[in-house]
């Protein structure tokens, strides 16, 4: 590789420098509204040195321009931007009159390709969805691909949980991968970086995904190229499309002014909405209050006397409760939040001439989360982008960022540590404030920083915790990340002649994420503690080679043909060790201050090399045809088969309003069909070719691991079994559709259809664990999507210096996963035992799968307490006492994937004020609400606040889930339980109700709950599905843009944005759009989440 | 002259591309294909120490405590535990267990015996087919029919099939067999025993015949107990683990000289005890005593079990011991197979047969055993005299057991085959039967688990909800 690198070079200086005859380009600039010149308004040529600035009468000219195509800019504070392509020829003067729109944001008519190539878009045979800087940084979101959400069809978001930071999942036109997270590649400035998510799991802290690390103040514009039709020019890793970011560039300035901005952000958040918990009954099981119960099935607190509860040892104030007499009761699911308010500033300097342009920015990004503490985000970024020309035709640019970002995370989750888990859990009737006492015991002893939670109220050191009181998982359970990120690239541009381009370009990313977290003495989860340090680096770099020719063949066609050569080398590497067991429990956590170290690492490097090419033929300037193909090796490919692949793609696109009959009409003023078609893939992940030997170390899934290690050593075969024939999964791609603009591009519609196919995909297939081996790695799935994408643009009012428009991204897409391999009928995604969300053959990919009730194979007739009933085949079994019947088999519950997303964006502008107002809906879909299921059997969720008389004829006759009826049951336990109580008027009320299950009516009370099937723990996952459907305010913001043209000032800009500001929907947990495992391909997972924010944003913004 | 010298250089990059393309991107990719941190292949002691590390995680985990739970000598106290406590199991809840126990105890197992025998270390391939035996009768006795000959044979197939579970019993005493006497011929010690062998032979062959002893039993429990299994019970067991002296190292626990034991230290998530693990540092509060049976039966048997009693539970009755020298102590041992579990084999097909006084000398060394390792103070001084009928000795004999398998996994199998029929007698002089903790029937099997039920064609049937109390073919079931 690196011979042909160099016969390249030596070829090109050999090549003569000859300068071709120059060109000019001149005009005027206009408001396009009243026909006003518009001095100082810059008109530059889009990534050249080339550009002036208007006059006092609003005229320009470019001189000294070297013939080609280029995109000619116009930018003038509070217009529109301007671009159109132009060609310069050689020795002519072309006249481009400008005319600034002032007003809306509209599509740029630039596309930035796959490769970081300009494409003009009307050229394009494929849908590729563009959103501006401007767009995303009025989300007010602080990741990329937050901001994103419902600005383009085609594009699903979810955002895992509201913690700072967290990551938010994003799927171009449906998943199709079952081994990868289906993350498309994110390319800046043309070069690929790292979005990696470590350490997705239903416990621990919420994971973050590297996108966290691009500030988006950098960004000028994202192109979203939505699959392998697009984007099949980056080979096996575009099968999930590919995000192509483009950062700013310092604009050119005819006086050479340097522009320098100045922003400051004021952010203050709350909780979205709080949980719904119950605060009427109290600690204690069987109606009755047990100091440090488990369960809220205590006593109703509205009968209790009142006054301070009559403790076991009155000197001692958290002492034993002999008698509950309080009626205190504490709200736990607000308590544990605040509203922070944090600011955000940056400074911006950029600027450019003739020569050179410049843009560096430094931003200090400080996002606090709504948990009490230890819940935040913070970035620190800088960016230089730099570009130079050396000669007429030589440019080179780097553009580098240094990122450093920190976060505290809370503990959330399946996780006894985690936060709204021990806090839902509390019964009403605790206050689970101390959370830290000196636990004085009866003869005296003193224990200083004792945990005290609901389950030890006497913050007994000899007791564990159960779980954790939520403060001590807030003040005590520390989770730091921090993260040092270098990442850029460097580029040298080579004109030759005026249809040749020579670019060479590198790239490198660099980050080491480093985790440290803390389980201290007395923790829930470890009692004896924990502490654990994780390095997680990595590193790619990346380089191409492009050679590019433009050829007008005549007048009738002209041509265009690119080959390139890429390389790329990625390393992950991972150190951890933890310490369990601390020696000195208050002592700083420390690796050597524990009993029991486990330490391990990990390391793969995988390699990429590719050529690939393209040929584009544009006939009549309104048919464009585009060919491209990439011949790809990797190392990951297994050394029995092919160790290349070839990735081919082709689009056509017909402007057909360039057709005489079009020029005569004024309705359609733009419009394009256009088809694509496109294979890209996959790759393997590293080392799944072979069957390796692994430590011997076994868990059984309840937390017990044997390890070999402490018996001199063992190795045992790996469960996974190798396979030297993997290659890549591949997915065909097809899509077609049109764009229209009609009445004067007041109205634009384009609409899509596409069809993915994948085949090969790769699965660790389970196998019979019989056989020797749990899972074996094969291409054997088959995963199908097939969509549409709309988007309707149209200006409904203009008014004078009033308009409104309305954008409407809406975007459907089935999901089918085909084939698993032979005799697989799923596999697990993610989430739990019961339920996971997996592929299942025939279903939408991560439907959810789990315990579910037992039916009846066919139609029967049961006899219930001497009555008959009937029951058709299907539905559920009855027992004998007329209560549902679980099933033990496993089955499908629902599919998380909403039947359509829309977005409608409303944006009102008045003036330079600007109103936008983003609403967000998703249709259909379920979610598994398991912090419903856990809570039912706690007795604490907001539902379980029932009180229930019944007949005393009733009393006789309905019984309960134990098989007694309330009279039986009070003969049963005269004292010792206290479920019902028998009225003066003989009806008996309880904390419960009656229900009908099609046996006859039947008692629910406590029992049915944690004895029986209606708790998540104790019966089927199925009955805690709902439907995750939402409408979503999302965003409202006001933008002001006041010109200022005094004190060396331009303008200033003032801003209100709200985020996430209201939700619609029938879930009855606080937000549908959540998940517990992160952005993995298993969704729909609500257990104990930590819980979304709405924030307010001002932001003010100053220009000089 | 400049368009020539263009087309000149397109022509030879094109050629360049086209001529190296594959090789030049394969070259660069080459070389980074394998892990740099595993290995592909181990020698035979390793993996057989792999083999038994997994053995201990499948015997000492979750079917040890599900026995206990079922057994009624200890009580599922929250969540999970709490359902398993009353019956309520689901396939998957058998996964993990069924992972253990195939893909890593028999495979490993099998994959040491092939490199013992490539690298000539027979002694380690005999002990490694007689835990295998010890291994697969367990696995019969807790799932009924089960892949076997088969099964951890991934080159002859990816689905094995399931064999009749009396075939299975067969072959897993023929492994035992064929170890013993592979063993019997090579007797160096073996370099590397996580058990409590201390690599010895002669021990290994002793837990042999114990295990044989005991699947024997399970087997004549079909036919009803005749005398020609019994006799080879007798025969076997005699063999077997019966030496009646104490040895362990303080401050761990005592165990029998020749019990298989496995030996554990106090590091967590490496060789602590994992009953330790689980109840103090993993799941707190799941698995209790709580007045259990057991402690209610103990309890009725006075201070002559106070010994016993206190090893195993905490003065209040409601939680296991995890401390000092206890049961559940960070290092403490837990057993496999004791000398009083054969003992008592012994005298109940002694009994059986109708030699009540052989039967009562094993009753007698049996208590001597559990004397010598828990400091109670039992009779061992019995005579046949005591018992008035053949039933009431065997009676006596099945209540020793009861206590002498507590908390290991071969308790559900000794209940199961006698029908659960333990008895005590309280302080009132009422006799207090073992009874089903919900319903009228006590669990018969483990479910197959959805791992299995999901990939494996051969599954012998469906599952439904009531199979956990269908008996399995050698306690007269049909499948």
Sequence with gaps: ?1104 | MKSILGLILIGVIITFVFLGCNKLTEGYVKGYEDSPLLPATAPATKIFAGAKAAFIEFYEGTPSKLAAIWAQQATGADRQYMAFDIYNMTANDFSNDWFLAYTRVLTNLKIAQQKAQEEGLLNLYGAAKILEGIHMGMVAALWGDVPYSEAAQPERTLTPKYDNQIEVYTAAIAAIDEGIQVLTQNTAALPQDLFSTGGSTAKWIKAGYSAKARYLMHLARRDNYPTAVLDQVISAALNGIIATTRTGTPPAAGYGTDDLVFTHGTTYQGNMNLWHSFIVQDRSGYLRALKCYAVRMLGARGTAESGRFNYYFTADSNDLRTTGTAAYAANAYFPVIRASETLLLLAEAYARKGDLANAVTYLNRANTYTNTIFGTTLRTNYTTTDFPTQADLLQAIFNEMYLALMHQVEVFNFLRRIDYQIQYRDGAGNIVRLTPKRGTVFPQRFFYPQSEVSTNPNIPWIQAADDLFAKTRVNGGTR
């Design chain 1, 1 to 1104: 590789m690196k011979k042909l690198i160099f016969s390249l070079f030596l070829l090109l200086t050999v090549a003569t420098l000859a300068f071709a005859q120059l060109g000019a380009i001149r005009g005027r600039v206009t408001d396009a509204q009243t026909g006003e010149a518009l001095p100082g308004a810059n008109v530059f040529l889009l990534n050249t040195v080339y550009g002036a600035a208007s006059d006092a009468a609003g005229f320009y000219v470019i001189r000294n321009v070297v013939p080609g195509t280029y995109t000619l800019v116009a930018r003038y504070v509070g217009y529109q931007e301007f671009r159109q392509s132009v060609t310069v020829t050689p020795g002519d003067t072309i006249t481009v009159n400008v005319r600034l729109v002032p007003g809306l944001i509209q599509v740029s008519p630039i596309v930035v390709t796959a490769i970081g190539v300009e494409e003009e878009r009307a050229k394009l045979g494929t849908s590729v969805s563009s959103v501006t800087g401007e767009t995303i940084l009025r989300t007010g979101y602080t990741n990329v691909i937050s901001s994103i959400a419902v600005k383009a069809p085609g594009v699903f978001t979810i955002e895992a949980v509201g913690d700072p930071g967290a990551a938010t999942r994003i799927v171009l036109r449906g998943p199709r991968s079952l081994q990868t997270a289906n993350q498309p590649l994110i390319v800046v400035d043309g070069v690929p970086i790292w979005n990696s998510t470590f350490g997705a799991s239903v416990g621990n802290v919420s994971t973050i995904s590297r996108n966290v690390d691009i500030n988006p103040e950098d960004i000028e514009s994202i192109e979203v190229m939505k699959g392998p039709a697009a984007a099949a020019i980056w080979g096996a890793r575009a099968a999930n499309g590919v995000i192509v970011i483009k950062t700013k560039s310092g604009s050119f300035s005819a006086a050479k002014k340097i522009r320098l901005s100045l922003k400051g952000r004021i952010h203050r958040s709350e909780l979205l909405r709080p949980f719904p918990l119950q605060r009427e009954f109290g600690q204690g099981q069987h109606g009755k209050f047990v100091f440090n119960g488990l369960l809220s099935w205590g006593d109703r607190i509205a009968d209790r006397p009142g006054g301070p509860d009559s403790l076991a040892r009155p000197d001692y104030p958290y002492s034993r409760i002999v008698e509950k007499r309080s009626k205190d009761t504490y709200d736990h699911a607000t308590e544990l939040f605040r509203k922070p308010i944090t600011w955000n500033y940056s400074i911006e300097v950029s600027g450019g001439d003739e020569w050179g342009s410049f843009y560096l920015n430094a931003e200090r990004l400080e996002e606090q989360g709504i948990i009490l503490a230890n819940s935040d985000f913070k970035r620190t970024s800088i960016r230089a982008n730099v570009s130079r020309r050396f000669a007429e035709n030589i440019t080179a640019r780097v553009n580098a960022a240094y990122v450093k970002t920190s976060t505290n995370r809370i503990q959330q989750g399946s996780n006894i540590s985690g936060l709204l888990l021990g806090a839902y859990r509390t019964p009403p009737d605790f206050n689970n404030q101390p959370y830290i006492v000196t636990y004085v015991s009866p003869t005296g002893a003193r224990f200083p920083n004792s945990h005290r939670s609901y389950r030890n109220g006497e913050g007994d050191p000899g007791r564990v915790a159960g779980y954790n009181n939520p403060f001590f998982t807030i003040y005590r359970n520390n989770t730091l990340f921090y993260t040092d990120r270098v990442f850029g690239s460097a580029e040298i541009s080579y004109d030759p002649y005026k249809w040749l381009n020579i670019t060479y370009r590198i790239g490198a990313d660099y980050y080491t994420d480093r985790r440290n977290q803390l389980w201290p003495f007395q923790d829930a989860a470890l009692p004896s503690g924990r502490v654990s340090r994780e390095v997680i680096s990595q590193f790619q770099i990346n380089t191409d080679l492009m050679v590019r020719l433009k050829y007008q063949f005549n007048k009738i066609i002209s041509g265009s043909f690119l080959l390139g050569a890429h390389l790329d080398h990625e390393l992950t590497d991972n150190t951890f060790v933890q310490g369990t067991r601390f020696i000195l429990s208050d002592a700083p956590p420390y690796i050597l201050n524990t009993l029991d170290y486990l330490p391990d690492e990990g390391k793969t490097i995988v390699r990429t090399g590719a050529f690939y090419g393209e040929v584009g033929v544009d006939v009549f300037d309104q048919v464009y045809v585009r060919l491209s193909g990439r011949n790809e090796s990797a190392s990951t490919y297994g050394a029995k088969g092919k160790k290349t692949y070839f990735f081919p793609s082709g689009s056509i696109a017909w402007e057909f309003t360039k057709l005489p009959f079009f020029t005569t009409q004024p309705i359609i003023t733009f419009g394009k069909l256009r088809a694509a078609v496109g294979v890209a893939g996959v790759r393997p992940p590293a080392y799944v070719t072979r069957t390796y030997y692994v430590n011997a170390s076994f868990g059984n899934g309840w937390g017990p691991v044997t390890n070999a290690i402490y018996y001199g050593g063992g190795s045992v075969q790996s469960s996974q079994l190798g396979n030297p024939e993997i290659k890549p999964e591949l997915t065909t791609e097809i899509e077609y559709g049109i764009d229209l603009r009609l009445l004067s591009d007041r109205l634009s519609i384009s609409a899509t259809r596409y069809t993915n196919k994948t085949k090969d995909a790769i699965l660790n297939v389970a196998v019979p664990p019989s056989s020797g081996f749990s899972t074996r790695w094969a291409n054997t799935a088959k995963i199908d999507n097939k969509g549409t994408e709309l988007q309707v643009i149209a200006e409904w009012l203009r008014l004078g210096s009033f308009s409104w428009t309305t954008t409407i991204n809406w975007s459907q897409n089935k999901n089918t996963v085909v084939e698993l391999a032979p005799n697989i009928e799923s596999i697990g995604l993610a989430g739990f035992v019961d339920p996971s969300s997996r592929a299942v053959r025939g279903y939408p990919m991560g439907v959810l799968y789990g315990s579910k009730w037992e039916r009846w194979t066919r139609d029967t007739i049961v006899t219930i307490g001497g009555k008959q009933y009937q029951f058709k085949a299907g539905s559920i079994r009855v027992d004998a006492n007329g209560f549902p019947v679980p099933s033990p088999i496993y089955g499908v519950l629902g599919d998380p994937n909403p039947d359509w997303r829309a977005g409608f964006i409303n944006t009102l502008r008045f003036g330079r004020l600007t109103l936008n107002v983003v609403v967000d809906v998703a249709k259909g879909g379920k979610i598994w609400n398991g912090t419903k299921g856990a809570l039912y059997f706690f007795g604490t969720h907001g539902d379980q606040n029932w009180w229930t008389t019944i007949s005393a004829d009733e009393a006789d006759r309905l019984k309960n889930y134990l098989g007694f009826t309330p009279n039986q049951f009070m003969a049963t336990y005269p004292v010792e339980r206290k479920v019902y109580r028998r009225n003066p008027d003989g009806t008996v009320s309880f904390r419960g109700y009656v229900a009908d299950f099609g046996g006859g009516k039947v008692i629910i009370d406590e029992y049915y709950f944690y004895s029986g099937p209606g708790s998540g723990f104790t019966g089927p996952a199925e009955q805690f599905m709902e439907d995750a459907g939402y409408v979503k305010l999302r965003e409202v913001s006001l933008t002001y843009n006041l010109p200022l043209r005094r004190f060396g000032l331009e303008s200033i800009d003032l801003g209100v944005i709200l985020r996430n500001i209201k939700i619609w929907t029938k879930y009855t947990g606080i937000d549908p759009e959540t998940n517990l495992t992160g952005p993995t391909n298993g969704q729909g997972l609500d257990y104990f989440n930590n819980p979304p924010m709405r924030s307010v944003i001002f932001s003010i913004s100053v220009n000089y």
